[in-house]
Structure formats: C-alpha cells, structure tokens
C-alpha cells in the first residue's frame, strides 16, 4: 500500500482463478481510499491468455498522487516488464513491453523508483525507473520501459487538467477511426473504445440550421451520408433522419455494411454522455459568430470541460475559442502553428504564446518529416505535448512509438492497437 501526499492510501495486489480453458486466469487490482469506501480504479489489470504475472505487483505514487503500477509477465519461459499509470478514467500503459528479461536474471519482482525532477522540460515531472531484483543471486539489473533515445516525459504538473497525468504515447482514433468505421459517428467512436481502448477520440463539430452542435468534419452532406447540400442548412431533426453510415465501405466499395444500420449523425451533446470519461480532441470547423458561445454552453452544462481540447484550423476561431475558455486546454491553429514548427525546426526561438499548448499536427510537411525524438524534447522544454495526424502506415507508427511522440491520430486504431501491444523485441 502506498498513501499519498493528500494522505490518500492506495493499494494493488493480484488474483488468480481458474479459467474456463483449463489454465489460470491472473488480474491485478487497484483501490483507493475515497468518501470511507476503497473505490476501484479502472477495473482489473489482465495479464494477457495464458501468461501469469510472476510475483505481487509494484505500486508508487506521483507528485501529484497518480498511481503508477508495474509487473513482471511470464509467457511461456519469457518474462517482460508491463508499467501503467492512472489517467484519472484508465490505465495507460508506458510505451509497449520492454526487451524480455533474460532466463539467466531469474528476476521475480519489479520495484519502481519515480524521479522527482523528471526528464528534461518537464520540471517536477516524474520520471519512471524500474528496478529488477533476482530471486536467486544478489545482483540486480536496470530495466527502463522505454529506449534510451525516447523522449518520456508527461504532463503531471500541467495546468490543464486535461493534460495532467498524460504520458507519451496516447492511441487516438481520428473521427473514432474512419477507415474501420462510419467516420464521426457514435458507432466508430464505440468500437475504439471498446475493441481497440483508445485513449482520446479525434472529432469535428458544425453548426446546424437551429443552433446545434453536431459531429460532422464537412461542410456539405454527399461524402458520409444519404443527404445533399449544406449541413448548416438542416436542423438537427432533419440532419438525424440521414443515415451516416450510407457510404462507408471498408473493400473499395464492394460492401456497405453499415447502411441501412441505424447510423446516425450524433450531436455532440450526445456524444459526451455516451462517453462520460473520454478524453475528446475537438475542432470547431465553422467561422460562425458565436460558434464558441455554444460550444463553451454544451461543455459547462455536461461537465465536460476538463476532459477536451479544443481548437480550430482556423487562427480567427481560435482566438475567440481560445478567449471564451481560457482555463482550458487548446491545440495550434494553422498560422500559429506553422509559425511555431517553422522556428523551432529552423534553431531560432519560437513564438510564446500561452494561449495554446497541444500540436496537433501532420508528421510530413511535402517530403520533410517534422517529427523526431529532438523537435519532441525541444517542444517538451516549452511546455508543449505533441499529437501527430493522420497517420496509418505501420512502420510510421513504430517509429513515433520509438520516438515518443505524445499521441498518434490514427484512421486504423485497429492497427495502431495491435503495434502498441506487441511485445518488443529482445535486445
């Protein structure tokens, strides 16, 4: 058990049962004390079919009394090192598994040692070290969750409490992943939750005729459902009579096997109810007069304004976005953003401006990759989390997740899934 600096106690510890299949099933559990009650804290930890966790797993506490947790797997005579952190809605896990322990280490135990000055540009930010100890000799070994040459740091200390907590690398399905589901709909944003337990959703709001915010990414109705015309020219019954998943196809137009199923464009009220703990990454796509009126109403009236951020293409929406809600946390625009990178790619100083803290941009400019492990450090020393879109190719993604990039927008979270999940490589 481990009780934090508020003098709130923490506890974890494992259990194991018999499965259905003949072998053990093992989960790990988590409680904190709140309101004289221990209260779970996202549910079962699982050790993946077939493995077992090799001995009780190893808790500590943050600055900030986020709970971070760390186990030895056994698969088959393998053993790796899986380390999550509380996010405040799930456990995110550090990077993938690292390099299989060798057999000859005989480690049993993990033990985490947090850093309390953290990584560099992130002051007051822990950073995580895991120590191996060996059941059967007295030396030890060093075992870090993440490469050398990966950027680690987090945002416990951030003044958004969107962003407290979060560490490198966020799974998020852009449009709740378009190429795998009806885009901006609640059935994508469903199934990457629950199939691919993404960490944030990508979406778009618009305007509709009677003042509804609606989640949509284009201005007209032809490319995603059954209608025609402007969107804004519809009220939101009408615009929910459109079936939104008409033409999505995952085969090149083979098959529609969403048509015809009930798909409906969501509003985005909707939306935050049907997914009370989801962090959402919202742009505003409109240059309306009051757009960010109405968007700041939805937001306080849901309770919601803690778990997005929020933003617009569009510098002029931004700023007026950026104005209405100034205690929440905001991405780029284009012109900020580009006037950002530009400097800070060319080695002169960027522009300060504390209005916006998220870059929630594209990994290539035409041939140039914008992204690597130092334009991450040197955002990460101006108080700066990285998102990058829209990335599917595999290999793009192996390597932001070696790099460390904060986030990967994703129209594939089915893939991205299955990279973050695979077990690396040994050596």
Same mark, same amino acid.
């Given at each position: 058990?481990?009780?934090?600096?508020?003098?709130?106690?923490?506890?974890?510890?494992?259990?194991?049962?018999?499965?259905?299949?003949?072998?053990?099933?093992?989960?790990?559990?988590?409680?904190?004390?709140?309101?004289?009650?221990?209260?779970?804290?996202?549910?079962?930890?699982?050790?993946?079919?077939?493995?077992?966790?090799?001995?009780?797993?190893?808790?500590?506490?943050?600055?900030?009394?986020?709970?971070?947790?760390?186990?030895? #797997? #056994?698969?088959?005579?393998?053993?790796?090192?899986?380390?999550?952190?509380?996010?405040?809605?799930?456990?995110?896990?550090?990077?993938?598994?690292?390099?299989?322990?060798?057999?000859?280490?005989?480690?049993?135990?993990?033990?985490?040692?947090?850093?309390?000055?953290?990584?560099?540009?992130?002051?007051?930010?822990?950073?995580?070290?895991?120590?191996?100890?060996?059941?059967?000799?007295?030396?030890?070994?060093?075992? @870090?969750?993440?490469?050398?040459?990966?950027?680690?740091?987090?945002?416990?200390?951030?003044?958004?409490?969107?962003?407290?907590?979060?560490?490198?690398?966020?799974?998020?399905?852009?449009?709740?992943?378009?190429?795998?589901?009806?885009?901006?709909?609640?059935?994508?944003?469903?199934?990457?939750?629950?199939?691919?337990?993404?960490?944030?959703?990508?979406?778009? %709001?618009?305007?509709?005729?009677?003042? #509804?915010?609606?989640?949509?990414?284009?201005?007209?109705?032809?490319?995603?459902?059954?209608?025609?015309?402007?969107?804004?020219?519809?009220?939101?019954?009408?615009? @929910?009579?459109?079936?939104?998943?008409?033409?999505?196809?995952?085969?090149?137009?083979?098959?529609?096997? *969403?048509?015809?199923?009930?798909?409906?464009?969501?509003?985005?009220?909707?939306?935050?109810?049907?997914?009370?703990?989801?962090?959402?990454?919202?742009?505003?796509?409109?240059?309306?007069?009051?757009?960010?009126?109405?968007?700041?109403?939805?937001? @306080?009236?849901?309770?919601?304004?803690?778990?997005?951020?929020?933003?617009?293409?569009?510098?002029?929406?931004?700023?007026?976005?950026?104005?209405? %809600?100034?205690?929440?946390?905001?991405?780029?625009?284009?012109?900020?953003?580009?006037? *950002?990178?530009?400097?800070?790619?060319?080695?002169?100083?960027?522009?300060?401006?504390?209005?916006?803290?998220?870059?929630?941009?594209?990994?290539?400019?035409?041939?140039?990759?914008?992204?690597?492990?130092?334009?991450?450090?040197?955002?990460?020393?101006?108080?700066?989390?990285?998102?990058?879109?829209?990335?599917?190719?595999?290999?793009?993604?192996?390597?932001?997740?070696? #790099?460390?990039?904060?986030?990967?927008?994703?129209?594939?979270?089915?893939?991205?899934?299955?990279?973050?999940?695979?077990?690396?490589?040994?050596?």
């Amino acid at each position: 058990m481990k009780v934090s600096a508020a003098d709130v106690p923490v506890l974890a510890w494992k259990e194991s049962s018999p499965s259905g299949s003949g072998t053990t099933a093992t989960d790990i559990y988590v409680r904190q004390w709140e309101d004289r009650q221990w209260k779970e804290l996202g549910g079962p930890l699982s050790a993946a079919p077939g493995n077992t966790p090799a001995d009780s797993p190893a808790l500590a506490l943050d600055s900030e009394g986020t709970p971070i947790i760390a186990w030895i #797997e #056994e698969e088959g005579t393998a053993r790796r090192v899986h380390v999550r952190t509380w996010t405040g809605d799930a456990w995110l896990p550090l990077g993938t598994a690292p390099s299989a322990i060798p057999e000859s280490n005989g480690a049993a135990t993990v033990s985490l040692q947090l850093n309390t000055d953290g990584p560099p540009g992130w002051p007051g930010t822990p950073a995580l070290a895991g120590t191996l100890h060996e059941s059967s000799s007295t030396a030890s070994t060093a075992s @870090q969750p993440h490469a050398a040459s990966r950027y680690t740091g987090g945002m416990a200390s951030s003044p958004f409490p969107f962003l407290r907590g979060l560490r490198p690398t966020l799974h998020i399905a852009h449009r709740g992943g378009a190429a795998v589901a009806p885009e901006n709909t609640l059935a994508a944003f469903r199934q990457a939750v629950e199939r691919y337990r993404t960490d944030m959703v990508e979406l778009d %709001l618009h305007l509709t005729r009677d003042g #509804e915010l609606v989640v949509a990414h284009d201005v007209t109705l032809e490319r995603c459902t059954d209608g025609t015309g402007p969107l804004a020219a519809l009220t939101l019954a009408e615009l @929910q009579r459109l079936d939104a998943g008409f033409h999505f196809t995952p085969d090149e137009g083979r098959t529609f096997p *969403f048509r015809g199923q009930g798909v409906r464009i969501p509003s985005f009220r909707e939306l935050l109810r049907a997914f009370p703990n989801l962090r959402l990454n919202v742009e505003l796509k409109p240059d309306v007069p009051g757009i960010e009126d109405t968007f700041a109403q939805v937001l @306080q009236e849901e309770g919601a304004l803690e778990r997005v951020c929020m933003g617009s293409e569009l510098d002029t929406v931004a700023e007026r976005l950026a104005e209405r %809600l100034p205690s929440a946390c905001h991405f780029y625009p284009r012109d900020a953003l580009a006037a *950002f990178v530009i400097a800070l790619r060319g080695g002169d100083t960027p522009p300060e401006d504390p209005r916006y803290t998220v870059l929630d941009m594209p990994l290539y400019f035409g041939e140039v990759r914008l992204v690597d492990t130092d334009f991450l450090q040197q955002c990460a020393a101006r108080g700066k989390w990285v998102n990058v879109w829209t990335v599917d190719d595999p290999e793009e993604m192996k390597q932001l997740l070696a #790099e460390g990039v904060g986030g990967i927008m994703t129209d594939r979270p089915d893939v991205l899934r299955q990279i973050m999940d695979a077990p690396s490589k040994p050596g």
